[in-house]
């Protein structure tokens, strides 16, 4: 029985370990934190393990969360106070209602309708600074979510590796 | 009766009910930054939080650029020093009549009994990385408030002014860029005296001369420096060259793009100039008060009769 990354698959996955969501987390905190020096299309890492999460175990991560990693990004930004926690709290609350459509797709239709939540979310950022006086930072601001929506099928299998490792193999076993 | 679901079954309140909660929160903590700026606090504290995942973030590019430095070859190495001699040379002569010049014009200063304007001190930083917000031109250097920074402090490179500090934190403080769009920068034109404010025009690389009338003595090629008058930056310090002039009739203000002449985007190291103003403190606003009236209410009564 093939691995399946959306809910057609026969095959069932073992339940997700807490200490692996908090660390995949942090490891996107960190890798947003590198210092990128603003070349346009890195991926919001952040963004990204949250709307996985969110669509994968709606019932563990949630809005409360999201708005949390939002403050923090603005903290190690320097962004508008905010601006981050409103659009993960929004990015958040869509992924969780499109949690149970979009796991009825294979990869790819999973990944336009991640791109349409990373762009959504983007959009959200940009209308609160354009209104607070920034400049608009040109078309190349969104070409990370581009990037992101792209990577989100390796993203899927890489996430799912532990979940999808038996204990000891078993052809007719749908664990 | 008892009606409550069973726990199990609870989860707490509906998703939209608590989107609508956070969401309105975040508002709220927007609006309290942008326009009354009370969340500095919480940001310093959240910012201390997350200070541990930036060095972490930032420790394998200290590791690569310290192998970077490490194998830098033998012959580039060389090649540098013999630039720097060079420039040295140049500089020393240079620093030579600057010393006497120095001299001379403290003299000059006691015969007149004017103070000096500036005590100048700097401290050398290194930037650690660009903000990542795409919105706002901002580095981050590796000095804070434990190293006397302080918010306000002018940043300068070899070539000129780089920016100015906005944030502190202990460890680290931001420096706005003089190319970001709400960053000004009071100039003066070296080769008439004419004074400006320069702004950063939004696209990262240029500045704009705004509010210059039509028929102003700007020309191509001018270089713009520090006015000092607004107490921040010290005289002298050059800004940018003119780069690009507009003149349309049909405008009050001329169109007058800069480019700047530090490398703002270039160099790994700055200097933060910490300075104390010996300027003396600006008049009481009351002063100023009671001289305005009496201004207005001539034509007042001039219009009466």
């Known amino acids: ?175 | 009766m008892d009606t409550t679901p069973p726990p199990f079954f609870n989860r707490g309140p509906a998703p939209l009910v608590r989107l609508t909660f956070f969401g309105l929160l975040a508002v709220l903590l927007m609006v309290l930054d942008a326009r009354f700026q009370y969340t500095e606090p919480l940001r310093q504290v959240i910012a201390l939080v997350a200070y541990p995942l930036q060095q972490a973030a930032l420790a394998p590019v200290r590791v690569a650029r310290a192998t970077f430095d490490y194998f830098t070859s033998k012959s580039a190495l060389e090649r540098e020093i013999d630039e720097l001699r060079a420039r040295h040379l140049q500089v020393a002569k240079d620093l030579v009549t600057l010393e006497a010049l120095a001299a001379e014009n403290a003299q000059l200063r006691r015969l007149m009994e004017a103070r000096e304007k500036w005590q100048r001190k700097s401290t050398l930083a290194e930037i650690l990385y660009a903000g990542r917000d795409p919105f706002a031109r901002r580095v981050v250097i590796d000095k804070g408030s434990s190293h006397g920074v302080r918010p306000g402090l002018a940043v300068i490179d070899e070539l000129g002014v780089v920016g100015q500090v906005t944030r502190v934190h202990p460890m680290l403080s931001e420096v706005t860029l003089i190319t970001d769009k709400n960053q000004a920068i009071p100039v003066q034109v070296v080769r008439n005296g004419l004074r400006a404010v320069a702004f950063g025009s939004g696209d990262g690389e240029t500045l704009d001369l705004r509010f210059m009338a039509a028929n102003a003595d700007v020309q191509n090629g001018d270089l713009l420096v520090t006015s000092g008058i607004d107490g921040t930056y010290p005289q002298g310090l050059p800004v940018a060259r003119v780069a690009r002039i507009e003149r349309d009739a049909a405008y009050v203000f001329a169109k007058i793009s800069l480019v700047p002449a530090a490398g703002t985007d270039r160099y790994r190291h700055v200097l933060v100039l910490s300075q104390d103003s010996l300027l003396p403190p600006p008049p009481p606003e009351a002063e100023t008060d009671k001289d305005r009236p009496s201004k207005m209410k001539r034509p007042r009564v001039r219009r009466d009769a």
């Open chain 1, 1 to 175: 029985m093939s691995v399946q990354f959306d809910n057609r698959s026969q095959r069932i996955l073992r339940p997700v370990k807490p200490g692996f969501i908090a660390v995949t987390i942090l490891v996107a905190l960190v890798l947003n934190m590198l210092p990128w020096r603003n070349i346009a299309g890195i991926p919001d890492w952040v963004a990204l393990a949250l709307v996985f999460w969110c669509v994968r175990e709606p019932r563990r991560i949630g809005i409360g969360l999201a708005w949390l990693l939002g403050i923090v990004m603005d903290a190690a930004n320097s962004a508008l106070f905010g601006q981050h926690a409103l659009a993960y709290s929004a990015l958040a609350f869509a992924s969780i209602a499109l949690s149970r459509r979009m796991l009825w797709f294979p990869l790819w239709p999973q990944a336009v309708h991640v791109l349409v939540l990373l762009l959504a979310s983007q959009l959200l950022m940009l209308a609160v600074r354009l209104f607070t006086g920034a400049a608009f930072p040109g078309f190349l601001y969104f070409a990370g979510s581009v990037i992101a929506a792209a990577l989100w099928p390796l993203v899927t299998i890489v996430l799912l590796i532990p979940q999808t490792l038996p204990d000891s193999m078993d052809e007719n076993r749908p664990i």
